[in-house]
């Protein structure tokens, strides 16, 4: 069974400031996805890697897949607001399946 | 465009009772997938496929059964509901080649007493 350890499990910060979520594992990817949840709602997704070293810019959040696809990272500059929810990470398996691995996820408050 | 559509959005449902859970998208997707979410664990894969008439299990398969007699609908069904089935449901859909994500449905909250 894959694992991914996502990091911080919760997080709160003043609108401004930066923060980076974690997500690792032993395991290797194929790809890795970033979803972003509000409650109520089903995961939206953000952004997918596959590259080992890859980065996506995705307005103030960037994306990094580790060179190895073990491990990647979500970097947000100047957190605002609406940026509030919770943030799950996907490792995609290889072969035909492409099944979803999640992270426990990354529950972010920004203060005003 | 509907996207991914699950019924219904809540339910109850007593011990040992037996229910099916809705999903249908109208993107021609041919992956689907059933996950639950629990409070503090994410979202666990239950079943999944990967075209018509094919369907597999995932990490957390007891006690839910699964069918896909078309490219649009992929209902899961409970046997006989039990009180650690309570969680919230999720179908989702994707498209088969590399890169694509997931659809998410807007999931239903079961609880099971």
């Known amino acids: 069974t894959q694992l991914l350890e996502q990091s911080p499990q919760f997080l709160s910060i003043q609108e401004g400031e930066n923060l980076t979520v974690y997500c690792n594992s032993s395991?290797?990817?194929?790809?890795l996805q970033w979803y972003r949840q509000e409650p109520g709602e089903g995961p939206v997704l953000l952004v997918t890697v596959v590259t080992g070293g890859e980065v996506k810019k995705l307005k103030r959040l960037t994306f990094q897949f580790g060179d190895a696809r073990k491990d990647s990272s979500l970097h947000i500059t100047a957190a605002q607001p609406g940026d509030t929810g919770l943030y799950l990470c996907a490792g995609v398996s290889s072969g035909s399946a492409r099944q979803l691995t999640f992270g426990s996820g990354t529950q972010l408050t920004v203060l005003p | 465009n509907a996207g991914v559509t699950q019924t219904p959005k809540f339910q109850v449902l007593k011990t040992g009772q037996s229910m099916t859970l809705q999903c249908a998208q109208d993107m021609n997707h041919e992956y689907m997938s059933w996950y639950r979410q629990d409070p503090g664990m994410g979202l666990r894969l239950i079943h999944y496929?990967?075209?018509?008439?094919?369907?597999d299990q995932g990490e957390v398969p007891n006690g839910y059964n699964v069918s896909r007699s078309t490219t649009e609908d992929f209902p899961l069904r409970l046997l006989s509901a039990a009180p650690s089935q309570t969680s919230v449901y999720f179908c989702?859909?994707?498209?088969?080649?590399?890169?694509?994500?997931?659809?998410f449905g807007s999931g239903t909250r079961l609880t099971v007493v």
């Open positions: 496929s990967v075209g018509a008439g094919i369907t």
């Open positions: 395991s290797v990817f194929s790809s």
């Open positions: 989702a859909s994707s498209l088969s080649g590399a890169g694509y994500g997931y659809t």
